[in-house]
């Protein structure tokens, strides 16, 4: 999060590819964050009217992508099934969310574990720039926890009409390539558990038309349509119970580690909830250290968390950029099945509900409030918007993650420039409201002599830390 607009300038790079997208291969990795393909499309018109019933939509995932769409579509006339394996979830996630995301999503701020107002980016030499003095009174980043804020989604979506069902999805039969926009249903296998079969479940199918795949990393929705891979990241988190004393000092405050031995392509954090603290990193090179890179995290705090009592351990796979197919006839992926986890601030709860959204009000759209049959255009709307809007926010992330992450000089630099007041506002600006801020130019001109000023000292560093390493 706190590097989301640092380069703000690097926001230009959007219109070479959002204006004229780049057609590719379905099979491609492009360097864009959001590859297209070349698809031919039936016109949405001709989709014909439902005869005495309504669009039938499933949702496979019951997080925070799959509690927003369920709920969207069923608030737009649309026959609503959830399916959802773990209802008590723990997802080893940090559990940030921007302010906008608590009107956008109309959240009851008893869910919300902590108003974090302040934070500390703490270099590999442990120097400390305190974050947040710009501020004003209102703002926070809210701190959840995941099995909270997605059961209260999916509740939500239950009240207005989605049938929430307790299953694992299995797979899908897909109508044969060429009749995806006529009334050829997609039938869903999976197993249900509701307590009478016991941990065996029950086999039963499901006829739906159309399929919003929000199911993460490992996506069975995403395989059944042949959506390809994606580098991920390996996320492992631990819940600590810390002395009250000690938990004062995290009331209103995270805090975020970088350097080579907490993570060498991300950062350790420790997060507040409601009676404990989050310790966690992530990495995507170096997966099978991810135990070293922990126990490194909680070394780097250890002052702060001494006398803690582990309670939960998590561990999770974070994708790192989106899948080169997101959308195929009437299924669409969303969230961490589409792959929209940002680089550089792994932030994914706001963007996963935001893209269940946008997607269900494709279909609520298209389908006239569920009254005709949706076709893959329909669903490309939402891609297309979804594209259009946040494609620079992803390509600003990953710039950063490539320029500040390499090494320990570089962090170093970066957490220099986070001490900058001008810095932190655009950031928190862009963080908070999901909107690039905008700038001084004057204020901008001097953030680009800073950040070289900072770069060069940075690779300075560098050269005389490999000659002493000779």
């Known amino acids: 999060m706190t590097s989301s607009v640092v380069f703000k300038s690097f926001t230009a790079l959007r219109h070479s590819s959002v204006e004229h997208p780049k057609l590719i291969h379905p099979h491609t990795t492009p360097n ?61 996630c940090g559990g940030a969310i921007p302010l906008c995301m608590v009107g956008e999503f109309d959240l009851p701020l008893d869910i919300i574990d902590r108003r974090v107002t302040k934070m500390k980016m703490i270099s590999p030499s442990n120097v400390a720039v305190d974050i947040g003095k710009t501020l004003k009174p209102h703002e926070y980043i809210g701190m959840v926890r995941r099995e909270v804020l997605d059961a209260y989604l999916r509740e939500r979506a239950s009240e207005n009409g989605a049938k929430v069902i307790n299953g ?51 996506s069975r929705v995403a395989k059944s349509i042949d959506a390809g891979d994606y580098e991920y990241a390996i996320a492992f988190q631990e819940r600590i119970k810390i002395p009250n004393d000690k938990m004062v000092y995290y009331e209103d405050l995270a805090e975020m580690y970088v350097g080579d031995d907490v993570s060498p392509d991300f950062y350790g954090w420790v997060f507040p909830k409601c009676d404990h603290v989050a310790v966690g990193t992530g990495t995507v090179t170096h997966k099978g250290d991810i135990k070293k890179f922990q126990a490194a995290t909680r070394n780097r705090a250890r002052d702060k968390i001494l006398g803690g009592k582990i309670i939960r351990v998590e561990a999770h796979p974070i994708p790192e950029h989106p899948r080169p197919r997101r959308v195929l006839g009437r299924v669409a992926l969303v969230g961490d099945a589409a792959g929209y986890v940002t680089k550089c601030s792994g932030e994914g709860i706001y963007f996963a509900a935001k893209s269940g959204r946008m997607c269900a009000e ?7 409030n569920g009254k005709k049959m949706v076709d893959e255009s329909d669903l490309r ?90």
């Open 362 to 368: 494709a279909i609520v759209e298209g389908s006239e």
């Open 168 to 218: 694992l999805f299995l797979k899908m039969d897909i109508p044969t390539r060429g009749n995806e926009n006529i009334k050829t249903p997609y039938v869903l296998h999976y197993t249900e558990y509701d307590g009478k079969k016991g941990g065996t479940g029950e086999k039963k199918t499901l006829e739906v038309d159309a399929v919003i795949g929000a199911d993460g990393a490992n």
């Open 32 to 92: 864009s964050p959001f590859p297209y393909r070349r698809f031919r499309i039936t016109a949405s018109k001709s989709s014909p009217k439902l005869q005495n019933r309504n669009l039938r939509v499933a949702v496979i995932g019951g997080g925070p992508a799959g509690g927003a769409a369920a709920e969207t579509l069923a608030k737009g006339g649309i026959e609503t099934y959830l399916i959802e394996r773990k209802m008590d979830n723990c997802k080893p």
């Open 381 to 470: 709307k939402y891609l297309e918007k979804w594209d259009k809007t946040y494609w620079p926010t992803y390509k600003v992330l990953d710039v950063l993650q490539k320029v500040f992450y390499r090494s320990n000089p570089a962090r170093e630099a970066f957490v220099e420039m986070c001490a900058d007041e001008y810095v932190q506002k655009m950031t928190f600006d862009s963080y908070l409201y999901k909107k690039v801020a905008p700038g001084n130019p004057l204020e901008d001109l001097k953030l680009a002599v800073n950040t070289i000023g900072s770069l060069v000292r940075a690779s300075a560093l560098r050269r005389e830390m490999e000659k002493l390493s000779v």
